[in-house]
Each structure stands twice: as structure tokens, then as C-alpha cells.
């Protein structure tokens, strides 16, 4: 619908990763390196499950059990990946405490650490935002716009710039949780992530139904909401504790 | 919280090499991209076929439309081989004046095919934007213009005291330019020119007789640079005692400050700046219009990677990568080049395929940059992005494009 809306609906799907990127981001390179790296484990994750499911899309029946099939199958394979994520970031963590032994500067702290994971999560909102929205948002910079069957009365780029945003924020904040999950070993942290990636996938069925994207979009808002509050209690919770054990050490 | 001033952390210079050396590369491809997008937008640019190019890489067979697939595979590889051959010839060329020590030859050829990359093909490009937006310029202002920026340009490769800025956007530019005169290649045949292109750049920097590798060793073994127009990221020092770190510029290649008396020896601490001879690219010149060929120069250029100022330290996975405290990487602006025609041609089908090429060679860089971590030696810097690029560009147009479609269109994502 001309140059203005195209860039309208890439800054709706990416905007606040832009801002958060040029905030936090961009002022570390070791956190830009991470960006790109997550960014390309998920693309190839993506790769290699459209690989799979080549043969049999484009899909011959109407019915939305194909997709939830789809989805169940994309998912496990996403958290699966952030798993091997989590090794290799503990990895890079020993080497990285190492090196700064080495060249006596103090080790990572935790917000360095908490850093790191938002990076990883930031790479994959921007992946899915990029794959899912922006690369299909080329017809928008011409002089027309396109509609869904499904959901008629509003442009299909902007409800997929939508959808990108609430995926943006799930899958940048999730990372951060499962991380922190992953470190203190608490039990609710860790199935956090994979529990609020998988129903978020699945709301997105209801968006099948006609008329459903009213219902379905607002609602996976709702789990955006969700996971920043529970991302931030959790970094507060963390935060605290790791100023506690600062003074402790300080009286001793 | 009690507040006390925080020492820095390790993560934030960590990593700061390679990306000032991502920066620019991804710049480069994105004003290639967009040259693209704008100037091809019009045309049927299935084929390429938006302009026709005459030049040594079509000198075979020029792509139709309508020949069979066996056809345009067999032309594309005639191509290829024979622009490789050339390629080839003229490095050994390179290899043999350099030898016999004719760097100001070599200088002043630098010198004009910048001006003629500039000044033609900048001018050509330019002039197709000013028709494309009906830009109100009159001619004497905009020669008067181009002629001076090129110039500038032409100053900035030449001269080694001109600002580091300057000179890197030149480059930047310089590489843009000569992608985008090569995305206008028929499409089979800039494929397969890749992937020829990195085979060579991988016989060419690894065999022992390969001609990239005696020119590494004739320069090593005199001290003196590569003549070759580089790009070189900006050295950091992280002075140990202070919390600040400090910049190198390297002044004319003699007068390196003296905290990096750790640096190895080798490079370039070459005695005299004159020597410091960089030399040029290609200048391929072709006139639209006509479809004429006029003067070719094939290209001389070094698509190969190399770490300069390698620290002595122990921690040598870490320092090598770049990522350690100090050290500046090279890139070669042939790689510079040839990345670029990969995104621009696919940016030709579809911007999924931009985004899944753009990660590809980013990834392929950074491995090679590991490797030179490893093997500490110039390395050719084509091969594993090429590659890459190339595999995801089809896995992309052929799998994960009809798959991503299909589910953004009933907005089913994950």
C-alpha cells in the first residue's frame, strides 16, 4: 500500500526489538555476535522442518488438524534446540570465566548472563519476525494490499505484523526464563518456556476458523503479557538474591 | 544497592573484531540489495534480463530465456570456466610485477581502475536513479560532482594518511559498484560463477602453486603489504592499565604505537609507505546501451582473509579469533564483491531468500574467521560463505519458502 506502510508494518513487528537492540544490544558486540547465531540456529531449525514437511504441503484438506500436527511437531523441535542452546551457552560460559581469569577482569555477572539470554531470545523473535512476516511483506510496498478469507476486514500484513510482535516479545523474554531456569534448577522456570511456546502456537490455530482471528490474537497478547510480568518477577527474584549474597559476603 | 563504580566486564570488548568486520559486509549487501530492489524493480528479472551485458563472463553463451536446462547448465559452466581462466592469467600477471617489483605500476593501475569504477559505473548507476525518481539535476553540476567524488575515492585508496573513515566507505562503495555490475549477469551463469569463484579462491590461496599463496609468501618474505585494495577493520588496543580503550590509527604503516611490540613481526611495519602499494579490482566496463565491450580488465583481486597483528598471548583460541584484545582483520574486497552478488541475485527472486543468504554468509565468515583462529595463516574467505550462501539459497526458494506461505497465509505460526 505504498513505501509508508511497508515500513508502518515492519517497525510494527519489529520496533521494539529495534529500540531494545539499539539500547542494550548494539553497545556489546559479544551480545550482536549472539543475535546473529541464535538468529541462524533458528533459521536452520526452520530448514530443516520444512525440509521434512516438503512432501506433503501445500496442504489438501481444510480441516486444521495438519496444522496442529505442524505446529506440536515445530515446537518440540524449537525447545529441543533451546536445550542444545543451554549446553552450548554453559560451554561458552566456562570459556568466557577462563579468558577473564586469564586477563584478571572480573567473571560474567548476572545481568551479563541474563544479557546473553535475552540476546538468544531476541535472535529468535527477529528470525520468526524476519521468516514469518517482513520476507512476505514485499507486496506490501506496492499500490495495493491483500486480504484473508479467514479474516476479511483487516489487511492481512498488518495481522501477521501483529502475530510477529506477540511472538517477538514470547520468544525474547521465554529465553531469559529458561535460562535462569536452567541455572538455579527451578523445575516451574524450565517447562515455563516450552509450555507457553506451545500454547501460543496453538492459539494461533484458532485463527483457521473464520472470523477467528479476533478471538485468537487478542488472547496471544494475553500470553506476551504473561511472560514479560513472569520474565520480570523472575529477573527480580534473581536480582535480589544475587544482592543478598553480595552483602553476605561483604559482612563476612 | 550500595553503588560503587563497576569494573568492566569481559563481554563487553569480547567479540568486537569480527564485528567490525560484519559492519561493513552486511552494509555492502544491504546498499546492493536495495540497488537492486529499486533498479530492477520494473524489469522481467527472472533471467537478468533487465539489461543485457556484454563481457567477458558471457563471452560464451548468452542466457535465452527459452533454452533447455541442459543448455543454459552447460553455457553458465563455459562462462565460468572461462572468466576463472582469465581470472587466473591476470593473477599470475599480478604475482609476476610484483615480483619484479613494479609496485609503482601497480599503484598507479590501482589508482585509474578506482576512478574508472567510480566515475563510469557510479556515474552509470546514478544516472539511471536520477531518471528512475526524476531527480532535477543538470548535467554540468552532477559531473562536476561525480568527478569530485571521484577523485576523493581515487585519493582515498592511493593515499595511506587519509581519515580511516573515508577510506573504508570508498571501499565499501567501490564493492558495491562492481556487485552490482555483476548481478546483472544472467542468472544461471552468476550461480555457477560463484561457486567457480570459490573453488578457485580455494585452489588459489591453498595449493602451493596457487597464485594468491605466492603472493602471501612473496610479501611476507619482503614485509611489505599486498597490493591489493583491502579492507581493513580498525585495530583497538585495550591498554591494560586504564579502563578506556585506546585506538590505534596506523599512520602510513610506519609508525605503529608502540604497545604492540607483542605483535608478531610479519605484517606490516613495512619501512617506507610508498611501498605500501595497494592495488586494484577489477574495472569492468560495459556500455549499456551499445552493448559494446570496451576496454576489460579482468580482475586482479586477493579474495582471502588475514589476521594481522596476531598477539603472542596464551589464550590463543580467544585472541586469535579476533576476539582477543588487540589485532586488526584484513578482508579482501574481492570477498567483499562476491558476497554481495550472492545476496543481490537472490534478493532478484525474493527477500526470504535475502534474509536466509544474508545469515548463511554471516555464519561462513565467522567459521572462516575460527579457522584463521586455528590455522594462522591467510585463509581464503570465499569458499565456506559461498558455499553456504548457495545451499540455503535453494533449500530456501525450494522448501522453506512454500512451507513458510503456507502457514503465514491461514496465520498459523510458531
Redesign the interface.
Known amino acids: 500500500m505504498t513505501v509508508a506502510a511497508g515500513v508502518g508494518y515492519a517497525l510494527l513487528a519489529l520496533g521494539p526489538s529495534l529500540s531494545l537492540f539499539l539500547a542494550v544490544i548494539s ?7 549472539t543475535l ?2 541464535s ?2 540456529v533458528w ?1 536452520m531449525s ?2 530443516a ?3 521434512v ?2 512432501p506433503f ?3 489438501k484438506t481444510a480441516a486444521s488438524w495438519p ?1 496442529a500436527i ?2 506440536i511437531t ?2 518440540a523441535c ?1 525447545e529441543a534446540l533451546r536445550i542444545l542452546w543451554w549446553r552450548l551457552y554453559k560451554k561458552m560460559e566456562e ?2 570465566d577462563a ?2 581469569d ?2 584478571s ?5 548476572v545481568t ?1 548472563k541474563m ?2 539470554a535475552l540476546a538468544g531470545g531476541m535472535g529468535h523473535g527477529v528470525a ?1 519476525a ?9 507486496p506490501a510496498f506496492g499500490p495495493a494490499t491483500y486480504y ?1 478469507e ?2 476479511s476486514r483487516i489487511p ?1 500484513f498488518l ?2 505484523a501483529l ?2 510482535l506477540a ?1 517477538v516479545t514470547i520468544h525474547t523474554f521465554s529465553m531469559v526464563i529458561a535460562f535462569s531456569g536452567h541455572a538455579d534448577g527451578n523445575r516451574t522456570d524450565q517447562y515455563f518456556a516450552p509450555v507457553v ?1 506451545l500454547t ?2 496453538m492459539l ?2 484458532i ?2 476458523a473464520s472470523g477467528g ?1 479476533i478471538i ?1 490474537i487478542p488472547l496471544l497478547y494475553v500470553v506476551a503479557a504473561i511472560t514479560l510480568a513472569y520474565c520480570s518477577k523472575v529477573v527480580w527474584r534473581r536480582l535480589s538474591a544475587n ?1 543478598n549474597r553480595i552483602r553476605q559476603a561483604n559482612l563476612h | ?1 550500595e553503588h560503587y563504580a563497576r ?10 573484531e ?2 567490525r568486520i ?1 559492519t561493513p559486509v552486511s552494509i555492502c549487501m544491504l546498499l546492493v540489495v536495495i540497488l537492486v530492489s529499486v533498479l530492477n524493480g520494473a524489469s522481467n528479472f527472472s533471467y537478468g534480463d533487465g539489461v543485457t551485458v556484454n563481457s567477458v563472463a558471457t563471452m560464451a553463451y548468452s542466457e535465452n530465456g527459452s533454452d533447455s536446462i541442459w543448455d543454459k547448465l552447460k553455457g553458465a559452466l563455459l562462462n565460468s570456466l572461462i572468466f576463472v581462466a582469465v581470472v587466473t592469467v591476470v593473477t599470475f600477471l599480478l604475482v609476476l610485477l610484483f615480483y619484479l617489483r613494479c609496485t609503482k605500476f601497480l599503484k598507479y593501475y590501482m589508482g585509474f581502475s578506482a576512478f574508472m569504477v567510480l566515475g563510469f559505473m557510479g556515474g552509470e548507476i546514478v544516472l539511471q536513479l536520477i531518471r528512475d525518481f526524476s531527480f532535477p539535476i543538470d548535467c554540468i553540476t552532477f559531473l562536476v560532482i561525480l568527478f569530485n567524488l571521484s577523485v576523493i575515492g581515487v585519493m582515498a585508496v592511493f593515499m595511506t594518511k587519509m581519515a580511516i573513515f573515508i577510506t573504508q566507505s570508498y571501499l565499501v562503495a567501490i564493492g558495491m559498484l562492481v556487485a552490482y555490475w555483476f548481478t546483472l549477469l544472467p542468472e544461471w551463469t552468476t550461480w555457477v560463477l560463484l561457486v567457480a569463484m570459490a573453488l578457485y579462491d580455494l585452489a588459489a590461496v591453498l595449493l602451493p602453486g596457487g597464485p594468491l599463496r605466492l603472493l602471501v609468501e612473496l610479501a611476507i618474505s619482503r614485509d611489505e603489504d599486498i597490493p591489493a585494495l583491502v579492507y581493513e577493520a580498525r585495530p583497538v588496543l585495550v591498554n591494560e592499565s586504564s579502563t578506556a580503550p585506546t585506538r590505534i590509527w596506523r599512520n602510513g604503516r610506519g609508525d605503529l604505537v608502540d604497545n604492540q611490540n607483542q605483535t608478531s613481526s610479519r605484517s606490516n611495519l613495512s619501512p617506507d609507505s610508498s611501498s605500501r602499494s595497494h592495488l586494484q579490482d577489477e574495472t569492468p566496463e560495459n556500455d549499456v546501451e551499445e552493448g559494446v565491450i570496451r576496454s576489460e580488465d579482468p580482475e586482479l583481486m586477493a579474495p582471502l582473509i588475514q589476521n594481522v597483528n596476531a598477539a603472542a598471548s ?2 590463543l ?2 585472541e586469535g579469533i579476533g576476539l582477543g ?1 588487540s589485532g586488526a582483520i584484513k578482508l579482501g574486497l574481492g570477498d567483499f564483491i562476491f558476497y554481495s552478488v550472492l545476496v543481490g541475485r537472490a534478493a532478484m527472486y ?3 531468500t ?3 543468504c544474508y ?2 554468509i ?2 561462513g565468515l ?1 567459521l572462516t574467521l575460527i579457522l584463521l583462529a586455528v590455522y594462522r595463516k591467510a585463509l581464503p574467505a570465499l569458499p565456506v560463505s559461498v558455499m553456504l550462501g548457495v545451499i ?1 539459497y535453494f ?2 526458494r ?3 519458502e ?13
Open positions: 553497545r556489546k558486540p559479544f551480545l550482536v555476535l546473529l547465531s538468529t541462524l533459521l526452520l530448514i522442518l520444512s525440509a514437511w516438503r504441503i501445500p496442504f496444522y505442524v505446529i515445530s515446537v524449537q570459556i568466557l579468558f577473564a586469564r586477563v577482569k572480573p567473571r560474567l555477572f551479563d544479557q546473553i520468526h524476519v521468516f514469518f512476516c517482513i520476507s512476505l511483506l514485499t484473508t479467514k479474516c492481512f495481522l501477521s502475530i510477529a511472538f511456546h501460543s502456537g494461533t490455530l485463527n483457521l482471528c485468537g544482592a | 544497592m569494573p568492566r566486564s569481559v563481554i563487553e570488548t569480547l567479540g568486537e569480527i564485528v560484519v596464551e589464550d583460541f580467544l584484545s525474493d527477500f526470504m535475502v534474509y536466509a545469515l548463511a554471516i555464519a565467522g540455503f533449500l530456501t525450494f522448501s522453506l512454500v512451507f513458510v506461505v503456507q502457514c503465514s497465509i491461514h496465520l498459523v505460526m510458531f
